[in-house]
């Protein structure tokens, strides 16, 4: 079955450190995202992707980075700069071009800051 | 500014009962609108979608919404919930040629027996 695959789906961290969130999909989707959730804020958006090696900040960017190297695959890594990481993270994919389909989500990173 | 607003934070429905979630929003010109819904540690789920044309679209789940643009609102409506719509539901929007989805902060509804 076609799907998006985050993994891990928990992972604790210390501060200082850096974390890299993985996001697959076997959806053949061009656009891909990441959102942060938190209780009673809804999905903010970090990061989005319309096509392999291109991606744009989102309204939450500064300290994460991503990377789209290959179409299936778009990797967040959480910095050190963050300065609240905390959360749940969502990672997402639509096709066709922009606002023109529902977002797919998968099920979800946690993180935790020691 | 473009937002999306679901005024009710928390809900509470008996079961059998019928159930109105609300959602206004304010953009700049007709979006496509979404109703998601998220059970506890997992992902967001597609309820129904808007495009255009019918303003009573269905969904899956016995969900349905109807767009009225006078009133910039998207509700989403079910007749009778069942304990297994206990659940957090998100309305959201996007423009068309745009890749913000802007989501509302949610409402989590309990069902009670």
Redesign the interface.
């Known amino acids: 079955d076609g799907g998006i695959t985050q993994s891990p789906k928990y992972l604790f961290r210390k501060e200082g450190q850096n974390v890299t969130l993985s996001c697959e999909q076997n959806l053949n989707h061009d656009a891909m995202y990441w959102y942060r959730q938190d209780p009673g804020q809804g999905l903010r958006l970090i990061y989005y992707s319309q096509i392999v090696n291109d991606f744009q900040k989102g309204d939450i960017a500064e300290g994460y980075s991503v990377s789209r190297e290959k179409k299936e695959s778009f990797p967040l890594t959480v910095t050190s700069a963050q300065k609240n990481p905390t959360a749940f993270y969502l990672c997402a994919s639509s096709r066709g071009q922009g606002g023109t389909g529902e977002l797919f989500f998968g099920e979800g990173s946690r993180l935790t800051v020691l | 500014a473009q937002s999306?607003t679901q005024p009710d934070?928390h809900i509470t429905v008996s079961e059998g009962a019928s159930l109105e979630l609300r959602c206004n929003y304010s953009y700049g010109a007709t979006?496509?609108l979404?109703w998601?819904v998220q059970s506890p540690?997992?992902?967001?789920?597609?309820l129904l979608?808007y495009f255009s044309g019918d303003t009573l679209v269905q969904g899956i789940k016995g969900f349905e919404a109807e767009f009225k643009r006078s009133q910039s609102s998207f509700n989403l409506r079910k007749p009778s919930v069942h304990w297994s719509d206990a659940a957090e539901y998100?309305c959201?929007v996007?423009?068309?040629?745009?890749?913000?989805?802007i989501?509302?902060?949610?409402t989590r509804l309990k069902v009670l027996a």
């Not at chain 2, 540690?41 to 597609?46: R, Y």
């Not at chain 2, 989501?103 to 949610?106: E, I, M």
Request: net charge positive; no cysteine.
């Open positions: 999306v934070i979006p496509y979404f998601y540690g997992q992902g967001l789920q597609l979608k998100f959201a996007v423009g068309s040629g745009t890749y913000k989805y989501f509302g902060t949610g």
